[in-house]
């Protein structure tokens, strides 16, 4: 069997997990570090590990990573080795939180689950349909994709703003580029963040954004926390200046009891479930699998990290 298919998974104690399944699935065999070319690393934390295992074991030629998201690991990326990450494999679920916090955020159920009696007095203000809405999402990627597929019964006008306005986003009535983001905003009913977190993308949400969006509109955030300026969407939140947000994640997180966020009427907030282990472990190992049968045929992998984007 070709040293190609000699994949180590890293940490230790993840060597007999399902992803050990997955790498044999593509033809791989599970190995040593010592003798192994290519590695899963099987946990989104702790990078200074995976720095001193790169270190330890030269002979790595390809990195797998499990998430998306790669902020915490972009320092390590380099050009002598092949990177991938899980980059659109998560798309599908996250993109149905994105559209299930749409949905409850714009039709107040939100508020009008925290009640505990029958009140109607202000339907007219917490009700706004998504059909025929104009909807804004930022970014992209696989997430925006799956997003703008889930969206199509609802008949909304769709923009996707994204780094490269020159390469339109499938299924989006309009691309266009992250310089455009704050007149955007003051033409939309909903904001869905969907993009990677970078040096340049974190604080895209700050009071300058809050303020160009509609008194009525919902901002979505299913991608990460620090996108957000927290204390500026708080402020946003209490004085009505936005009409709500969905919050899949925030900054800090966890977010600490007793914040502010958790006791706003028009705050939705989840913990950081739009892709639970549950649905991450077929969806990871799929991935896993082909990837490990395209190392072993030489063939391009999917996922691929981008040393200067990191992402």
């Keep these: 069997m070709s040293a190609r298919t000699d994949i180590a998974i890293a940490p230790e104690a993840a060597r007999d997990s399902w992803l050990a399944d997955a790498v044999r699935a593509g033809g791989g065999t599970v190995v ?9 690393w099987a946990t989104p934390r702790h990078p200074e590990r995976l720095e001193a295992f790169l270190a330890e074991h030269p002979g790595i030629d390809w990195v797998q990573l499990p998430f998306a998201g790669i902020e915490n690991f972009t320092h390590l990326v380099d050009d002598r080795r092949t990177w991938t990450c899980a980059k659109g494999v998560y798309a599908d679920p996250v993109a149905e939180l994105a559209l299930t916090l ?8 939100g508020s009008y689950a925290r009640r505990t009696t029958w009140d109607t007095s202000d339907a007219n203000e917490l009700g706004h349909n998504l059909i025929g809405a104009k909807v804004t999402i930022v ?8 997003l703008l597929s889930q969206l199509a019964g609802f008949g909304v006008t769709s923009t996707v703003l ?10 989006a009535d309009r691309t266009l580029g992250l310089d455009r983001l704050h007149d955007t905003l003051a033409q939309t009913d909903a904001v869905v963040l969907a993009l990677a977190m970078t040096p340049t993308t ?4 700050d009071a300058t954004a809050l303020d160009a969006i509609a008194d009525h509109a919902w901002l979505v955030n299913v991608a990460r926390g620090p996108h957000v300026v927290t204390d500026d969407l708080v402020d946003a939140l209490a ?25 706003l009427p028009n ?13 991450a472990v077929p969806l990871l190992g799929a991935r896993v699998t082909d990837n490990v049968r395209r190392f072993a045929n030489g063939d391009e992998l999917i996922g691929l990290v981008d040393s200067e984007l990191g992402y």
Excluded: C, F, Q, Y
């Design 139 to 146: 970014g992209g990627g696989g997430i925006a994709r799956s």
């Design 202 to 205: 974190k604080g895209i949400i």
């Design 267 to 279: 705050a939705i907030i989840t913990p950081h479930v739009g892709n639970t282990p549950a649905m």
């Design 239 to 263: 004085s009505h200046r936005i009409g709500g947000a969905g919050l899949d994640v925030t900054d800090p997180e966890p977010l600490p009891d007793g914040h502010p966020l958790w006791s």
């Design 32 to 40: 040593d570090p010592t003798d192994a070319t290519g590695v899963v």
């Design 102 to 109: 749409l949905l409850a955020g714009m039709r107040g159920v």
């Design 162 to 171: 994204r780094r490269r306005a020159d390469d339109p986003v499938p299924g």
